[in-house]
């Protein structure tokens, strides 16, 4: 089985998909993907030639990056052009609409659970602003709020035991989801 090779930005994105998620996607086929953290953004991107020219030829790749501002397809883009240029033209890109935190308030029942706010959920659900969370630009600043002295690392493992990937509104979320998971039942062939 070739292996799968996940490059995020910063260590709260590998917590969260490597403690969490993807064992409770993939259970014990998680411990045949990696998760390779990097220091921000800049040096993911410095480092993608490097990483991707280090693997075997038959080794998958998916390179989680956060949207923040940046236009979504150019971003990709740019991705992409530094994966050809390390002659891996077939990574899948994957762009996190607007950050980490846009996913966890893609499940509001998660963040109650983390919060022990009974009632929370419910009554985000109600306002306008977190009914679509991939339009939260500032959703660091939101969890701020709902969970007093949240950082992104305890951030991950308060709220990553929580989350359900399939109650999870984010389609972010959903699309990274469903390309690991196409990438996964590619291994297995």
């Not at 998909?17 to 086929?29: C, I, R, S, T, W």
């Not at 040096?43 to 693997?55: A, F």
């Not at 969970?147 to 493992?157: E, L, T, V």
Request: include cysteine; charge should be positive; hydrophobic fraction near 40%.
């Amino acid at each position: 089985m070739p292996p799968l090779v996940i490059l995020v930005e910063e260590e709260s994105m590998q917590i969260f998909l490597q403690e969490f998620l993807l064992p409770k996607v993939f259970g014990e086929a998680a411990l045949g993907m990696t998760v390779l953290r990097h220091r921000g953004k800049t040096d993911l991107r410095h480092q993608i030639p490097s990483r991707l020219k280090g693997w075997p030829p038959e080794t998958r790749f998916v390179i989680v990056h956060d949207k923040d501002q940046a236009d979504c397809r150019a971003l990709k883009a740019s991705l992409l052009d530094l994966c050809r240029a390390a002659d891996r033209p077939n990574v899948l890109v994957r762009i996190v609409c607007h950050e980490l935190e846009s996913w966890y308030l893609g499940d509001l029942d998660a963040v109650e659970q983390a919060t022990q706010r009974k009632g929370l959920a419910e009554a985000l659900r109600r306002r306008e602003k977190y009914r679509d969370p991939d339009a939260r630009a500032n959703a660091k600043q939101e969890l701020q709020e709902l969970m007093p002295g949240y950082k992104a690392r305890s951030g991950a493992r308060d709220i990553g035991p929580y989350m359900d990937p399939q109650r999870n509104r984010s389609h972010s979320f959903q699309v990274f989801l469903r390309g690991v998971q196409a990438l996964a039942a590619e291994r297995r062939v």
